[in-house]
């Protein structure tokens, strides 16, 4: 079984479109995360979610909405696309109450290949 | 605002060869992370260094990390083919507030060559 798995994992659409991209993670985890990926490679984190709760929320578009129905999924909405939202998207997930445990770490899904035409 | 440089940033390799990527951090830092990540494909964890001194290997890999000088290291040695791949690290702000927030390097992209 995938541990945290996107869909789709590509996707094509046009400018101004409205579009969402599925996480669902089955690790047991209660922190959840999306991820950007531009074009150069940088990993930036756009959002984090805990136990259904918004804890992290960078520098991002309102047109970006995330929501996590429980703490096994958390799924990104996105308005009005333009051309510079295409990138790939990371979901990931983490335990958040033993994050000082030694060795924790980021999850992370296989991604989705959003292209803004 | 914590920044992570790596470098080299391409690295072409001979197999056989040994060789070592560097990663440099800005700020204090709870934890540092070497992501692997294959084209196409999702970052796979490789190490994570919590303490000054902290050593770490799998394979032909092994991390470092020198928490006085911000400065992580992923040596190589006698590459093969399968090691081709882009390398990240990635830090954690210190505090333990910022769950999971990591600050990612550029990346490294590594070509392993007969």
């Known amino acids: 079984d995938t541990a945290v798995s996107q869909t789709p994992k590509y996707l094509v659409t046009q400018m101004g479109n409205d579009k969402s991209i599925k996480c669902e993670q089955n690790l047991g985890h209660d922190t959840m995360y999306w991820y950007k990926q531009d074009s150069k490679k940088f990993l930036k984190i756009m959002f984090s979610y805990n136990n259904k709760e918004l804890i992290i929320n960078e520098t991002v578009p309102n047109r970006f909405s995330p929501k996590s129905p429980d703490k096994a999924h958390l799924n990104l909405h996105i308005n009005s696309l333009e051309l510079g939202d295409s990138a790939v998207y990371f979901c990931a997930s983490s335990h958040r109450t033993g994050w000082t445990a030694t060795n924790e770490k980021l999850f992370f899904g296989s991604g989705t290949q959003l292209s803004v035409l | 605002e914590l920044k992570v440089e790596q470098n080299p940033l391409f690295l072409s390799m001979q197999e056989g060869k040994n060789y070592t990527i560097y990663c440099n951090y800005s700020?204090?830092?709870?934890?540092l992370y070497w992501y692997r990540q294959d084209p196409g494909k999702s970052l796979e964890s490789l190490f994570v260094l919590l303490s000054n001194g902290a050593v770490k290997q799998e394979g032909r890999l092994m991390a470092s990390l020198d928490t006085k000088a911000r400065l992580s290291t992923l040596h190589i040695t006698a590459a093969v083919h399968d090691l081709s791949a882009t390398y990240f690290c990635?830090?954690?702000?210190?505090?333990?507030?910022?769950?999971?927030?990591?600050?990612f390097g550029q990346g490294t992209i590594l070509t392993v060559h007969p």
């Open positions: 700020t204090t830092s709870d934890r």
């Open positions: 990635a830090v954690s702000p210190a505090g333990g507030t910022s769950y999971g927030k990591l600050t």
